[in-house]
Antibody, heavy 123, light 107 residues
Framework: QVQLQESGPGLVKTSETLSLSCTVSGGSISSNSNYWTWIRQPAGKGLEWIGRMYSSGSANYSPSLKSRVTMSVDTSKNQFSLKLRSVTAADTAVYYC???????????????WGQGTLVTVSS | DIQLTQSPSFLSASVGDRVTITCRASQDISSSLAWYQQKPGKAPKLLIYTASTLQSGVPSRFSGSGSGTQFTLTISSLQPEDFATYYCHQLENYPFTFGGGTKVEIK
């Protein structure tokens, strides 16, 4: 069974870059039927999709974050990463990585999630 | 962006009750809808995908229906472990979006 684990600093200073990694175990990040995604959740609020990418490197980002987000994949480490630039307090949230499932070109679900990591942005 | 409106946002129910949560999409999303359950301090857990397909390992008291713009999640007989927040999620168009959530609490 695939497992995902987020890692990275829990505290980031205002205007700096938030950097997180997600390590995938129990499955290959290069699977053709999967893509890799980031979601965040501010305390007491709902879920916000950040972006998704395939192991090939093709990515789609939320328009609201697109100007500040970069996702990347390292197949040798079975790992994918998120960078969010110029952060403010509004970026404080629990960040989740997840595996997306596709079938015949259709996006089906996010079927496996990491446990989440709290990132606090503060000066 | 496709907006997903869940109702109710809060629901108080008793063990054994039948519970229905509705998710309305701002435009036609076919059957590209998933449902998740989230408990406090935990990651969301996939329950239903493609509107009505039960994820492996999920109890059969959970069911989903709908297509187009109107969807429902039903719990046929609420169990103590089902008290949680439920989210719908569309994967038809970018950006993928989530509903605002429905918190199910014990009456």
């Amino acid at each position: 069974q695939v497992q995902l684990q987020e890692s990275g600093p829990g505290l980031v200073k205002t205007s700096e870059t938030l950097s997180l990694s997600c390590t995938v175990s129990g499955g290959s990040i290069s699977s053709n039927s999967n893509y890799w995604t980031w979601i965040r959740q501010p305390a007491g609020k709902g879920l916000e999709w950040i972006g998704r990418m395939y192991s090939s490197g093709s990515a789609n980002y939320s328009p609201s974050l697109k100007s500040r987000v970069t996702m990347s994949v390292d197949t040798s480490k079975n790992q994918f990463s998120l960078k969010l630039r110029s952060v403010t307090a509004a970026d404080t949230a629990v960040y989740y990585c997840a595996r997306g499932v596709t079938e015949y070109g259709a996006y089906l679900s996010f079927d496996s999630w990491g446990q989440g990591t709290l990132v606090t942005v503060s000066s | 962006d496709i907006q997903l409106t869940q109702s109710p946002s809060f629901l108080s129910a008793s063990v054994g009750d039948r519970v229905t949560i509705t998710c309305r999409a701002s435009q036609d999303i076919s059957s590209s809808l998933a449902w998740y359950q989230q408990k406090p301090g935990k990651a969301p857990k996939l329950l239903i995908y493609t509107a009505s397909t039960l994820q492996s390992g999920v109890p059969s008291r959970f069911s989903g229906s709908g297509s187009g713009t109107q969807f429902t999640l039903t719990i046929s007989s609420l169990q103590p472990e089902d008290f949680a927040t439920y989210y719908c999620h569309q994967l038809e168009n970018y950006p993928f979006t989530f509903g605002g959530g429905t918190k199910v609490e014990i009456k």
